[in-house]
């Protein structure tokens, strides 16, 4: 009667804590997080904005609560994220005119706030996501203030000055939509890239934000391959699945939150979800954990990107609001039919 224990011999199963819980007292060990995962993301409390909101003002209460639940939990912290374009104040990549900074001072700027972070959980963080999302779709690097102030190094920086700060902890590049062919063509070269310059990648997070939808399921086996032919295993770290229909466009790479504020807010199942969605959850869930055990050699956790429906970011997007029944536990805490079609499965 956990999912942990279930998966014990396989991969890790993490979910991601919200503030919420972190500032509340530790768990009880017969709640769902201690009961359920041995793997702890914070869902915001180690981003940028979180732990260096000014300059020089580090704030690690929430991060030091995080490390607390998960050994209270008998569970690894996975520590997320170093470098990212969002959740990022934007006093990281100006002057005091406002003006931006330069490389150097950028670098300095990343090197300052890794070894201050990253040195600080020193041995209590297993692994890091050292850059969120820095592809785009088609497989190209992203245009962000990092790249274009630092420029296509800054990615190689990073992963130097995480390794430096925790020279025993993991390395991770993390980002969705990695079900799409170019974008994990876009990844595997990123890896390979590294690898030429001494830098391991551990893993690669699939971010695994999906929907009943989408993706396929062979789609998602052929970009695991991908990414394990190119010499490096593969963490699924923000797993939900939406219920709710999206537009057209929402997997073409448009910008959905943009196409979709433009429609009414379209919220179905606000009194709950039917039987048939419940079960077309449950068969989505059960075949992408049956995937995920079938290279349960290179796959070293899967994450859930929360524990209860109600705590899902997925009620809040692509659109603000909506009701979402994105996870394994519903809103009171109860096994969903999705639940039981992951714990039977191994
Ligand atoms: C989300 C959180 O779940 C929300 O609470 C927050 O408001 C925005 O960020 N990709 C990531 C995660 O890497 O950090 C994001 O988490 C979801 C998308």
Known sequence: NSLANAYEGKFLVGTAVKSGTLKSPLPAKNTPECRDFNAFTAENAMKWQHIQPEPGVFSFAMADQLIRIA????????????????QTPDWVFTDDAGEEVSREVLLARMKAHIYTLVGRYKGQVAGWDVVNEALNDDGSLRDTPWRRIIGDDYIEYAFKYARQADPSAELYYNDYNLYKPQKVAGAVRLVKQLASKGIKVHAVGMQGHYSLFYPAISDVEQSITALINAGTNV???????????????????????????AHPVYDPYVDGLPEKQQQDLAGKYESLFALFLKHAGHISRVTLWGITDGDSWRNNWPIRGRTDYPLLLDREGEHKAAYHAVAELV
């Open 71 to 86: 050994e209270h939990c008998n569970g690894k912290v996975i520590g997320h994220t170093l470098v990212w374009h969002q």
């Open 235 to 261: 963490a699924i770290t923000e797993l939900d699945v939406t219920v709710l229909p999206l537009p057209e466009n929402a997997h073409t790479g448009a910008d959905i939150t943009q196409s979709f504020t």
